[in-house]
């Protein structure tokens, strides 16, 4: 035998499990049978997934129930909460804002409208509902209109006539976002992109895609992988959200350690100001150094400068082996130094380092019947590696894996390379906004920090709140730098609000952090935007808006703070 201390050795095994653990409990998982290779040494032993005949090409993240029967993870999606969408508070009332002096929709407006884009107008108001509402059931506007166009024309033709008759309009994707900037505060008009859903082109050499802004992040990422890309971005509301809205909030999610923010990835921008003017800048060139960058203005600007209707992406060659392991830690510090383990041993290879707390998983197998494939720990990672070469892959995983466990940083651990399994695993982590939805009112909180400080912030909040909150608990890119930080309470509370802001800017501003690293500011952070930005880069970010769009018609009430 060889020895054990350094070298692994492998064994294989069938069984009905999904894994063994070095415990001498099981854990109840799918009822088919599952090929594992088993790596042993002195101190642990995990296993790698190899495949499943019964789910073998199933695309969809599964789960299972405590009977081990399989249970479909959905996509995030507007009717998930329990909450009616009447039962949300009007944002203008929870939050006592008052309407700006925009003219109001009238008959001879609905004429012009039916006009322009005939059967893709509507003002039924139970259609109108959940376009009316966030995905956290937090904020509620009153629209009496939403638009369909199905062009950019039509768009600008919309803005144009809004522009002269002062009607302020919100532009609208998937209505995925966290911090209710895709939904009216009062009754402005809804323009959604629901159906502009066009692929434009597909240059399968450059891998450079230019779509119309309404195209679903999954089936974009579905459409140029036949040709062997992906989408540089990867977000657990890839199912329903669209890529305009990714551009216009510069989504981030879990690919961004290996493929870069938005601001790198797009290329070009199409959009249409506030007047109605149509701006061109959907370049499909890498290198175009040519005055200013005007394109950068619309990523992130969360429509406020103007309505994002077309993109150019440029989409990296996909992987041809993926591994995902999924890992358990003893302490948040033991998460750090594992991170630091797979930068320097993992390198090129390296596609996600993501952790979550014991909390987190407590929500997933309460709520949503999920199933941990680790004993209790009171941290879990995900890290992903993705390359062109299985062998050359694997090899650098298991020489990872191998020291992080010998030093004791991992304590147990369990990898997968079938692509169902991957996606069961990942489904643990982008379930967790779900579960929490389960757990009452939530306030969420989405900061960039110096990494040793990311859970820092999450214990001295448990602290700061005390009873008061019903739950703390942080997950998120740590490999970026990325916490999301979430608190739960019965009911939507005031005096806990009141309790967790400003504390929680002041907190992320004292350590040098930002209070947005990916969710943009929309209309909840609005007014927190000097906790990350000085005075005069606020200052000129409105006279841009005031340059752009005087009459302030594009998602008002939005990303700037009150004057």
């Not at 290198?287 to 077309?310: C, R």
């Not at 909840?524 to 005075?535: E, G, L, Q, R, V």
Request: glycine share 8%; aromatic share 8%.
């Amino acid at each position: 035998m060889i020895p054990l201390q350094r070298t692994l050795t492998r064994t294989w095994q069938k069984t009905s499990c999904y894994r063994y653990y070095c415990h001498s409990n099981q854990f109840r998982c799918l009822k088919s049978a599952l090929y594992f290779r088993t790596f042993k040494s002195s101190n642990y032993r995990y296993s790698s997934v190899l495949q499943t005949k019964k789910n073998r090409g199933r695309l969809h993240p599964v789960g299972t129930n405590s009977q081990g029967n399989v249970t479909m993870v959905t996509q995030r999606n507007l009717h998930m909460s329990r909450k009616m969408y009447s039962d949300v508070e009007l944002t203008a009332l929870r939050y006592n804002v008052q309407r700006g002096q925009y003219a109001e929709v009238t008959q001879d407006d609905l004429k012009f409208f039916n006009d322009l884009l005939s059967s893709t107008v509507v003002t039924d108001e139970s259609e109108l509902a959940a376009n009316n509402v966030d995905w956290m059931k937090m904020v509620r506007g009153s629209s009496k209109v939403l638009l369909k166009p199905k062009t950019t024309e039509e768009v600008s033709k919309i803005l144009t006539y809004c522009n002269a008759r002062n009607l302020a309009v919100v532009p609208q994707g998937g209505n995925t976002g966290l911090v209710g900037g895709s939904v009216p505060v009062f009754d402005e008009i809804i323009i959604s992109t629901a159906l502009m859903n066009k692929v434009i082109s597909f240059d399968k050499l450059s891998g450079v895609l230019t779509c119309q802004s309404g195209c679903i992040l999954e089936n974009l990422d579905n459409y140029v992988a036949d040709d062997g890309f992906l989408m540089p971005l990867d977000l657990g509301a890839k199912g329903s959200c669209h890529i305009g809205g990714n551009v216009s909030t510069n989504a981030g999610g879990i690919r961004l350690l290996r493929y870069g923010s938005l601001h790198g990835s797009v290329l070009g921008v199409e959009a249409v100001l506030a007047d109605g003017t149509v701006l061109d800048c959907l370049s499909s060139l890498r290198k175009d150094n040519t005055g200013y960058d005007l394109k950068q203005m619309f990523i992130g600007s969360e429509g406020t400068l103007g309505m994002v209707t077309a993109v150019s992406v440029l989409c990296p060659r996909r992987p041809k082996s993926m591994n995902l392991a999924f890992l358990g830690c003893e302490s948040f510090d033991k998460v750090l130094d594992t991170l630091t383990s797979a930068k320097g041993m993992l390198e090129e290879v390296l596609s996600a380092f993501e952790f979550l707390d014991n909390d987190c998983m407590m929500l997933l197998t309460k709520y949503l019947k999920m199933t941990n494939p680790l004993s209790e720990y009171p941290f879990y990672v995900l890290v992903e590696t993705s390359g062109s070469n299985a062998s050359h892959d694997e090899e650098k995983l298991n020489t990872f894996l191998e020291a992080v466990m010998e030093t004791g940083n991992v304590l147990d651990g369990t990898v997968a390379t079938d692509i169902t399994k991957i996606k069961t695993i990942w489904a643990l982590r982008e379930s967790i906004a779900e579960a929490l939805m389960h757990d009452g009112t939530v306030y969420k909180y989405d900061v960039s920090l110096p990494p040793t400080q990311i859970y820092a912030l999450v214990e001295d909040m448990r602290s700061h709140l005390g009873d008061d909150a019903k739950r703390v608990v942080g997950y998120g890119h740590v490999g970026d730098g990325n916490l999301h930080l979430n608190v739960t309470s019965p009911s939507h509370s005031s005096e806990l609000l009141g309790k967790i802001e400003p504390y929680v800017y002041e907190w992320v501003a004292k350590h040098r952090g930002s209070i947005s690293a990916e969710h943009g500011l929309g209309f909840k952070k609005k007014n927190f935007i000097h906790y990350s930005k000085t005075d005069s880069a606020v200052q000129l970010m409105q006279k841009m808006k005031d340059l752009m769009d005087p009459k302030g018609i594009l998602n008002p009430y939005k990303t700037l703070p009150s004057r």
